[in-house]
């Protein structure tokens, strides 16, 4: 049996500044536990510990924080599980128990919002760019929320699917308009995403039933086919024909927003990596930008040559340390406003006959690549940043084909500084991705 010490006061307990474990005495076994604070300023920190006897071994078990748990509140529990441990109840195992019980009681009132929240943070890394990572979190605010926020994931049901997709957007009346029929690709996006949080809640077992946002099997037969409601969205793109008079235009104009323009059109990259690249990213002997993984939309470091021209227009910028290659007014980044700006100007003042976004010259590239030279798909498809072939092709083919991309890079720089030989035409679209 353990030495029953004298029996403290709460006055003397007060006292006790010295780091450890002080018997109290009133119970066998009742601890005080004293830990020094991690910095100067923080104070002491006590806690209530009994060591009762489990077998051969003693265990210590927390009974709470003093003062919060007072020194008689303590001692009264104390003497309970003393109690139960000589009638031969384990009370570490029990204490366990009533945690993991706690814990699965707590897991069972998570709502969807807590859920949501909880893997846009866990996956705060996954997403390509702010942008796309505000995206998910104004979507779900704007058409989940409202709907399932506060709905426990546990019982969310296809019935509160077909609310979500369903519900009405503005004013409720017969004419208004609902997000499945009438705004269907934002749908598409919300239904993925919403999937996505309830099979991280199902993983963390905060649910048990099947996911009801399963699109197969499920909502198909209770929703029509989205290409039956609604025709994809597409990104306006100026066709190749008259690219060549467009950068006439273009390199007029002398901003930063337009030297970012000429050499996404140059490079054929996405936005997103033009506005992000620092000067770091070039290295002039080589004649290359190395787009780092964070700036890319597959994560993959991708290697751009970089033709005369590319170089010309880097060379007559200035190189601000600190700063990207084409900062805003501020001295940050760019916003993706900024170059849709400069073409959407050119449209209202008559320079372009049609309206078009930066996205879209990836698909005039594309567009020329295919139609007046004879570089392989492979080597189109590289010189865009997409991934190419399957798993097995790329455990084989372990080169970015960078040289053979420097020469068709060479031929797009050299036909966008020829003047356009035929009237404009149709505006060319490109699907759009989700």
Not at 210 to 229: C, E, F, I, S
Not at 236 to 241: H, I, N, W
Request: with cysteine; proline share 6%; hydrophobic share 40%.
């Amino acid at each position: 049996m353990p030495i029953i010490a004298k029996a403290l006061t709460t006055v003397e307990l007060n006292r006790i500044s010295e780091e450890g474990w002080h018997a109290v005495g009133g119970v066998a076994g009742l601890l005080l536990q004293v830990r020094m604070p991690s910095k100067p300023e923080q104070p002491l920190t006590k806690s209530w510990i009994l060591r009762v006897r489990v077998g051969n071994t003693r265990h210590p078990i927390g009974l709470g924080s003093y003062p919060q748990v007072s020194l008689a509140q303590a001692r009264e529990q104390a003497r309970q599980l003393v109690i139960e441990a000589k009638k031969g109840t384990n009370l570490k195992a029990k204490k366990v128990t009533a945690r993991s019980a706690m814990l699965a009681a707590a897991s069972q009132h998570k709502t969807f919002k807590d859920c949501a929240e909880a893997y846009i943070k866990a996956h705060a890394t996954d997403y390509t760019n702010d942008k796309h990572r505000k995206q998910w979190s104004a979507t779900l605010k704007l058409y989940a929320y409202p709907v399932i926020g506060k709905r426990l994931v546990a019982n969310i049901g296809t019935r509160d699917m077909l609310d979500v997709m369903n519900q009405k957007l503005g004013e409720p009346n017969p004419q208004s308009e609902t997000l499945w029929y009438n705004r269907t690709e934002t749908a598409k996006r919300v239904l993925g995403r919403i999937k996505t949080i309830i099979d991280f809640a199902i993983v963390n077992e905060y649910r048990t039933r099947l996911n009801p946002a399963v699109w197969k099997g499920y909502l198909d037969t209770q929703l029509p086919m989205p290409d039956k409601v609604s025709k994809p969205e597409h990104h306006p793109a100026l066709p190749y024909k008259i690219i060549g008079d467009f950068m006439a235009k273009l390199g007029k104009n002398q901003s930063i927003s337009a030297k970012a323009l000429q050499f996404l059109i140059l490079t054929g990259v996405r936005s997103g990596s033009v506005r992000a690249a620092q000067w770091s990213e070039i290295d002039f002997a080589e004649k290359l930008w190395i787009i780092p993984a964070e700036h890319t939309k597959t994560k993959e470091e991708h290697r751009v040559p970089l033709t005369p021209q590319a170089i010309t227009l880097l060379k007559s910028l200035p190189q601000l340390a600190g700063h990207p290659i084409f900062p805003s007014p501020r001295g940050g980044s760019l916003s993706d406003m900024a170059l849709s700006g400069i073409t959407r100007g050119m449209h209202e003042r008559g320079e372009l006959t049609v309206y078009v976004v930066p996205h879209g010259f990836r698909s005039t590239f594309r567009d020329w690549a295919a139609e007046c030279t004879t570089y392989p798909d492979e080597i189109r498809k590289a010189a865009s940043g997409h991934t190419v072939g399957d798993a097995v092709q790329k455990a084989y083919q372990r080169t970015d084909l960078l040289e053979k991309r420097r020469l068709m890079m060479c031929d797009w720089a050299n036909y966008l500084s020829k003047p356009s030989v035929q009237a404009p035409a149709n505006v060319v679209p490109i699907r759009s991705k989700a």
